[in-house]
């Protein structure tokens, strides 16, 4: 009873302020661990700084989520970010954020260099015909996980319908269907505040965990209050550390080289590009695919499946579309394809997470002055909304290169299909975890693989 006794009212008390080589240490982990996309990766998250820690009350984690959602960018990479900001300044965010992505980047130029040395193997290539089933599903489940908080009336259902059609049926760019999205919110809010009062979708009945180290009525740290000459020095460090990586490039492999043309594409990826990852592979495979053809489109979705095993956030997939098109461009010279892959890899990362950290570093002071601001969170929940119509077509769109790898007018692949089905249900019924689902689909994928020619299929 008395230790009991005292879980109790050290819940009462706030928690000590972190020491920065504490935070370190959980920085790594969560980047070690943090597997299951960015809705598992948040819910972590949520877990350990709100529920278990207490570094930070509900509220501002949930604050914090809204203005990551709305950013260009993987959404939870930032929230670390954010959050590591908010504990230890700038340098806080920024080793949060890198440790969020350094392991899987790691994993996954080990990983693709395994694949595109050995892919064309009977089992390697069984493993990913079961994997691919399993990814459709992941995506659509990702849909279904956001769209279950964020479409919590008919006007955000509507919003994510409208999403739908727009990408679907009449191909607009993503960025105008967030403009859009963020109009009907803020316009609506005037309206009918009450509807999109949501938090990003990811708002839900306050549960007390107890106070917090960064509680609600904390005030502000110095660090966090907005001045013109902060600033001014974290984009001019942005933009000396983007233009010294270019000007490195350029001297490598010149104007026209590859790398060149992978630094520039993926900051216009960084850039331009909302709603997270899944979001965003669908103009990286426009890009990567079909326009520069640094890989296949079968080459594209072997590397989400790839990106679905490792830790970190989904879209470090982008470091092996850079490895893939580095190894196959020979950038480091004919003799050394596996350093060219890594090179370009490295590069790619590079180009894609440096914007992350200068949205949250130079947009974190003006976020925390917006806390419970309806015209700045409802814009954010109205474009979650859409992010769910634009996931459930990038669902399709990957059910179709699975499912009919050689199109419309070739051969329908009836046992991907049934994998996919039984990932369906595998995930939606008994909740398995991603891991253990892409473990049980690419047992059943090398099976089919090798029984194959055996029964004539």
């Known amino acids: 009873m008395e230790r009991t006794t005292d879980d109790r009212v050290a819940a009462m008390q706030a928690p000590a302020a972190v020491p920065f080589r504490e935070a370190l240490r959980f920085w790594f982990k969560l980047g070690c661990i943090s597997f299951g996309g960015p809705a598992g990766q948040i819910a972590l998250m949520h877990t350990e700084l709100v529920e278990r820690r207490r570094w930070i009350s509900e509220q501002r984690f949930l604050h914090a989520l809204n203005y990551c959602m709305v950013l260009p960018g993987p959404e939870a990479q930032q929230l670390a970010t954010y959050i590591g900001w908010l504990l230890h300044r700038t340098w806080g965010g920024i080793v949060a954020g890198a440790l969020f992505v350094l392991p899987s980047l790691v994993l996954l130029v080990g990983l693709s260099w ?211 098109g580095g190894w196959t461009a020979q950038v480091a010279g004919e003799g050394a394809p596996f350093l060219g892959g890594a090179l370009a890899a490295a590069a790619v990362t590079w180009f894609t997470f440096l914007p992350s950290f200068l949205f949250i570093l130079a947009g974190g002071p003006v976020v925390e002055a917006t806390r419970g601001r309806l015209g700045f969170t409802a814009p954010l929940s109205a474009i979650t909304a859409a992010v769910v119509g634009v996931i459930l077509n990038l669902a399709l769109f990957f059910a179709y290169h699975v499912f009919w790898p050689a199109g419309f007018d070739g051969a329908f692949e009836p046992v991907a299909a049934a994998i996919a089905a039984a990932a369906v249900v595998a995930l939606f019924r008994y909740k398995v975890g991603v891991l253990p689902l892409l473990g049980g689909c690419a047992a059943a994928g090398l099976a089919w693989t090798l029984l194959r020619p055996m029964v004539g299929g």
């Open 114 to 324: 395994i694949y595109i040395r050995f892919g064309d193997m009977p089992v390697i290539a069984g493993v990913f015909y079961g994997i691919k089933p399993a990814v459709t599903a992941i995506v659509l489940h990702a849909a279904w996980r956001i769209g279950s908080r964020a479409l919590a009336n008919g006007w955000m259902a509507g919003i994510a319908a409208a999403a739908f059609v727009a990408i679907f049926a009449l191909d607009m760019p993503f960025p105008a269907i967030v403009l859009a999205a963020a109009l009907v919110g803020y316009f609506g809010a005037r309206r009918w505040p009450g509807v999109f009062a949501l938090g990003g979708g990811h708002a839900s009945k306050r549960k007390d965990y107890g106070p917090a180290l960064i509680d609600d009525d904390t005030p502000r740290s110095p660090h966090t209050v907005f001045t013109r000459a902060r600033l001014l020095r974290v984009l001019a460090t942005g933009a000396a550390l983007w233009l010294g990586t270019m000007a490195l490039l350029l001297a490598i492999s010149g104007s026209e080289g590859t790398l060149a043309h992978m630094g520039w594409f993926f900051t216009k990826a960084a850039l331009l590009t909302f709603g997270g990852a899944y979001a965003v592979l669908p103009y990286v495979y426009q890009g990567a695919v079909e326009h520069y053809q640094w890989l296949t489109a079968t080459q594209m979705i072997d590397g989400l499946a790839l990106g679905e095993t490792t830790p970190g956030p989904l879209i470090i997939v982008v470091a092996f579309v850079g490895f893939i």
